[in-house]
């Protein structure tokens, strides 16, 4: 089992900056895959964000390329979602995701507003 636990939304403004981090927890020497998904108001699927597979490979959402940059620090169990240049269709409930050995796990969410 792997806990995860979010930390650093807010409200923003747009062209603003925020940093999301998520500490994981338990078994974690199971978990290969990394990311972040969000879900945006009135949607019901969650989209992936960004992915950092096996500490190196990264995938991005065509929307956040060239603004969010994910990180990875295997020593403490992190992973980082750097957001830049923000914009209020990046309003969102953002969730941490983990997966490994066919499972997967999820955050509890944090909420992202982008807005003036």
């Known amino acids: 089992q792997v806990q995860l636990v979010e930390s650093g939304g807010g409200l923003v403004q747009p062209g603003g900056s925020l940093r999301l981090s998520c500490a994981a927890s338990?078994?974690?020497?199971?978990?290969?895959?990394m990311g972040w998904f969000r879900q945006a108001p009135g949607k019901q699927q969650r989209e992936l964000v960004a992915q950092i597979i096996s500490g190196v490979t990264t995938n991005y959402a065509d929307s956040v390329k060239g603004r969010f940059s994910i990180f990875r620090d295997t020593i403490k169990n992190t992973v980082a979602l750097q957001m830049d240049s923000l914009k209020p269709e990046d309003t969102a409930v953002y969730y941490c995701?983990?997966?490994?050995?066919?499972?997967?796990?999820w955050g509890q969410g944090t909420q992202v507003t982008v807005s003036s």
């Open positions: 338990g078994s974690i020497f199971s978990i290969h895959v």
């Open positions: 995701n983990a997966q490994g050995n066919g499972l997967t796990y």
